[in-house]
């Protein structure tokens, strides 16, 4: 019985293109990727965009084998750090077309948690577009949960299909998944996916469509022009939709960057040399703590040596850069975000010395909110 459903499955994606013409999110199979402007690099699904803004990294040997093609989705669902549960993160799109009142609505996916237990995703479907200071996942009520009770089939190599209808309230225009109230499971050290602590669980082939055959709207194709052209990954006052209506007081977000060149650390050191400590004084002395939305600290390196030693020493001299701010800004902590990106993102040519030499650095982004009328 499972081969036959299987087969079936397999069937439906790759033979199913009038189903898939009714497909409300974009780019459902992930394979369409980003070059992000930030890191001249692909980074990303193109149309899918995370809070806070970031990019995601998992260990190889963790990256379960897409159902179809090359990429997945990564939502964040844990951490092995304490303080996750207060910094909840998560993925969203633009739908293709809004939802109509009243209309049924089929979804489904396939589903991979890494050997880990299926506990349960949220979905959130709002007329809003979500940004890091108008989304509080604690104020919201998801618009439906799925659990394990949602899988009609296990597919193979740990990917299980969801299966889910629900009843649109009318002109929801963006999805947002991720877990809006903390698993039950606690991870451990080991259960880390990535240098940052973090636990995802993968989406791939995901679809959503009408049950009846409505007409598709239409601003089917604008909108997926709106989302591929949003080219930026942290930089968190960058929308997709541009037409928000204007409130009495708008958040808006201003990102710099500093950049601490690795000249100033010792040789495969990550202890901080007195010229650091003097930048990172001038960047605190400049701060405007009651403005700050976030800092996010990433070590880079460049492709030299292996990549596990690279990962080890980036997110090790971003930690130490870290825990001074930490020491020196108690009340900014909760806006701290930590990551070791390794050799993933150059901004300039490995093949070169001088290549190699911008592209070992830690990078901190302050990003701050301003309210206007």
Same mark, same amino acid.
């Given at each position: ?15 199913? #293109? ?30 899918? @965009? ?12 963790? #990256? ?12 964040? =669902? ?8 207060? /910094? ?17 609505? &089929?979804? &489904? ?6 050997? +880990?237990? @299926? ?15 108008? !989304?509080?996942?604690?104020? %919201? ?6 659990? &394990? ?26 999805? =947002? ?12 050290? +080991? ?8 636990? !995802? ?38 929308? =997709? ?7 009495? +007081? ?18 495969? &050191? *990550?202890?901080?040399?007195? #010229? ?14 009651? /403005?700050?939305? +976030? ?21 090790? $001299? *971003?930690?130490?850069?870290? %825990? ?9 902590? #909760? ?20 290549? $190699?030499?911008?592209? $070992? $650095? ?12």
């Amino acid at each position: 019985m499972h081969l036959i459903r299987n087969v079936f499955y397999c069937c439906l994606l790759l033979f199913s #293109a009038d189903v898939y013409a009714q497909n409300l999110f974009p780019n459902p199979g992930f394979e369409d990727l980003n070059n992000c402007v930030e890191y001249h690099a692909d980074c990303a699904p193109e149309a899918w @965009f995370n809070i806070p803004a970031t990019n995601h990294l998992v260990k190889g040997r963790l #990256a379960p084998r897409p159902v179809l093609g090359h990429m997945v989705l990564l939502v964040p =669902v844990g951490s092995v750090l304490q303080n996750f549960n207060n /910094k909840r993160r998560f993925v969203y799109t633009l739908l293709t077309c809004p939802l109509v009142n009243g209309e049924k609505y &089929s979804l &489904s996916f396939y589903i991979n948690t890494a050997k +880990k237990p @299926f506990e349960k995703l949220d979905f959130y479907f709002t007329d809003k577009e979500p940004t890091l200071g108008s !989304f509080n996942a604690f104020n %919201k009520t998801p618009t439906f949960t799925i659990t &394990s009770q949602h899988i009609d089939d296990d597919y193979k190599l740990g990917w299980k299909h969801i299966q889910y209808e629900f009843t649109a309230a009318g002109n929801e225009r963006f999805c =947002v998944i991720g877990n809006f109230t903390p698993l039950q499971e606690v991870y451990e050290m +080991k259960d880390a996916m990535n240098s940052s602590g973090d636990v !995802f669980y993968f989406i791939d082939e995901i679809l959503l469509k009408p049950v009846s055959n409505i007409a598709v709207c239409a601003v089917y194709n604008d909108n997926i022009q709106k989302m591929y052209s949003q080219n930026y990954r942290h930089t968190d006052d960058v929308t =997709v939709v541009k037409d928000t209506p204007v409130i009495a +007081k708008k958040p808006h977000f201003i990102s710099d960057t500093v950049t601490i060149p690795s000249v100033l650390f010792d040789v495969n &050191s *990550a202890m901080l040399k007195p #010229a650091i400590i003097k930048i990172l004084d001038s960047v605190i002395s400049k701060m405007v703590i009651d /403005k700050i939305a +976030k800092i996010e600290i990433n070590g880079h390196t460049d492709n030299t040596g292996t990549v596990t030693t690279n990962e080890a020493l980036s997110l090790s $001299r *971003a930690q130490n850069v870290k %825990k001074y701010l930490d020491e020196k800004l108690p009340q900014v902590s #909760a806006q701290l975000f930590v990551a070791g990106k390794g050799q993933n993102f150059p901004v300039a040519d490995n093949r070169t010395e001088p290549g $190699r030499r911008k592209n $070992r $650095r830690v990078e901190i982004i302050l990003t701050t909110v301003y309210f206007q009328d």
